[in-house]
């Protein structure tokens, strides 16, 4: 007997092809949901790639049983594990489509998320878009990154309504918080395949901000469409890429990623747009801060290892001498040891000018 196989829907001729991309990892829990909001999309024609990046469970033979079934569906599995924004890369690289949208492996979209999107797109001649996200956030989270997320603010709440947001609109709402995300993640994201191809890929030196700095290299040049209507559900859990970041690596989430992204407003060809604004001021200052906060809760030679690392890509984040400097002087001048120091010189030396 024949494999039953869905046949495709008749796509109108003037619409390019779409890749829905799913980045996998070990999500056999998820995977199924994310297929099915997937395939459940009314715009055609649809292409469902899966890049599975090493599943050691059940994640390959689930896509592989959708594959049989539905020509839409196409699995590539890495021949080695790339790592999670290398392997979004993979699926940028591998997509047939001429538009990307992303879909994490643990997240849903709503049937109308892709055609929305393209139609938003089409009539504003945008080649990038941004939509409102819903958050599912399961207890295995833990409190406090349930907290946290319940704290994030999207573009909605900066008073923009769905249309096109223009460069320059964008460059003023981020600048008032240089590090705080306010485009979403890639599930919240569609692009024309053009926009890494013209401003390059994923920041694989970043394990948070990736998606922010991506969406924000690009978006600072060609503004976005954006569609204030929640069409996405972003999956919150224990074993999410956001939760592990927050709990294993927070140094490298919450200092690091940061100081990395500053430096790429400061010194980055792509962000020289952000110069002329006022709020560069406010980068630079938020540069020397996280500087400083590093310094003072690792001390200057585990600072020094930690940044090693990034320093051929991102020359600038060489301890800047004079905070060090500044640093030491100041726990010096409050050190018990030094003060005693003062006190005995000053008191040798009204002894001698007797």
């Not at 609109?169 to 306010?182: A, C, H, M, S, T």
């Not at 980055?268 to 001021?281: D, K, S």
């Not at 200057?300 to 020359?315: D, E, G, K, N, S």
Request: net charge neutral.
């Amino acid at each position: 007997m024949e494999k039953a196989v869905i046949s495709l829907m008749v796509a109108p001729v003037d619409r390019p092809l779409v890749s829905v991309c799913i980045p996998s990892f070990n999500g056999a829990a998820y995977v199924e949901q994310a297929l099915e909001s997937a395939l459940s999309q009314t715009y055609r024609p649809l292409e469902v790639l899966v890049v599975d990046d090493g599943s050691t469970d059940e994640t390959v033979a689930l896509v592989a049983h959708y594959a049989e079934r539905d020509r839409r569906v196409v699995l590539h599995q890495n021949k080695h594990n790339m790592g999670l924004v290398g392997n979004w890369n993979e699926c940028i690289r591998r997509a047939s489509g001429q538009w990307i949208k992303f879909l994490f492996q643990d997240d849903v979209l709503d049937p109308l998320c892709v055609e929305r999107l393209f139609e938003g797109c089409r009539q504003s001649q945008a080649r990038f878009a941004v939509c409102d996200r819903k958050f599912l956030l399961e207890s295995s989270a833990g409190g406090k990154f349930i907290d946290a997320f319940g704290r994030i603010r999207q573009l909605s709440d900066t008073g923009v309504s769905t249309g096109f947001v223009a460069p320059d609109q964008l460059r003023d709402i981020v600048l008032k918080e240089p590090y705080f995300n306010i485009l979403g993640e890639p599930t919240a994201h569609f692009f024309h395949k053009s926009v890494p191809e013209q401003f390059g890929f994923y920041n694989a030196d970043l394990i948070q901000l990736c998606d922010f700095e991506f969406a924000l290299r690009v978006v600072a040049h060609v503004g976005c469409y954006y569609d204030a209507q929640a069409l996405v559900t972003f999956r919150v859990h224990g074993q999410s890429a956001s939760a592990a970041n927050q709990d294993a690596r927070k140094i490298r989430s919450d200092c690091v990623d940061v100081l990395i992204l500053l430096h790429q407003y400061l010194y980055h060809p792509l962000y020289r747009v952000f110069h002329a604004h006022p709020g560069i001021e406010l980068v630079r200052k938020e540069y020397e801060l996280h500087f400083r906060q590093l310094h003072r809760a690792l001390g200057f030679w585990r600072t020094c290892t930690v940044l090693r690392p990034f320093l051929q890509h991102y020359p600038h984040l060489r301890l800047h001498r004079s905070i060090f400097v500044r640093d030491c002087r100041e726990a010096l001048l409050h050190h018990p040891g030094v003060r005693r120091l003062v006190l005995l010189y000053q008191s040798l030396k009204n002894k001698l000018s007797i």
